[in-house]
Every structure is written in C-alpha cells, then in structure tokens.
C-alpha cells in the first residue's frame, strides 16, 4: 500500500502485459480518493511503469469490474 494525495492508503500491484508495466490500484472496496491523473504520473515515475490502471465496481449492470486507464503523463488512455 502506498500513501495517496489525501494521505489514505492506495492498495496498489505492478503488473506486466504485452510488454507494458502497469500500477494496478485495487478500488473495488474502497474508492479511490486521489486524483488519478496526479496518482498515475507519480505512481508510474516510482515503478518505471508504463500506465495505471484503476480497478472498481462497475455502474453497468452485468459487468463484473470497471477499468479506468491512464497513461503515465496522467493522461486517460484512448483505448486498451
């Protein structure tokens, strides 16, 4: 776990896929408090990673997680 913006913990994993390392942050039973944009520069220049990815629960019926997907200058990443 790593300290976020507001000081709450963040429940974070690195993993890796097709060549990219991605910060993984478990949202799923407590929702993210920090801004992501700042969370994801400052996560992906500590690990060298490539991206984050924010995992929580879903607002569409019949799906089992949400995906939130950003890039390592903050940005929301196009597509996955």
Excluded: I
């Amino acid at each position: 776990p790593r300290a976020g913006r507001q000081g709450a913990l963040v429940r974070t994993e690195l993993v890796e896929g097709a060549g990219n390392r991605f910060v993984l942050v478990d949202a799923f039973d407590e929702p993210l408090r920090a801004d992501p944009e700042e969370l994801a520069r400052r996560a992906c220049a500590l690990a060298r990673a490539d991206g984050l990815l924010v995992l929580s629960r879903p607002s569409t019926a019949g799906a089992d997680v949400a995906m939130l997907v950003h890039n390592a200058d903050g940005s929301r990443a196009e597509a996955c």
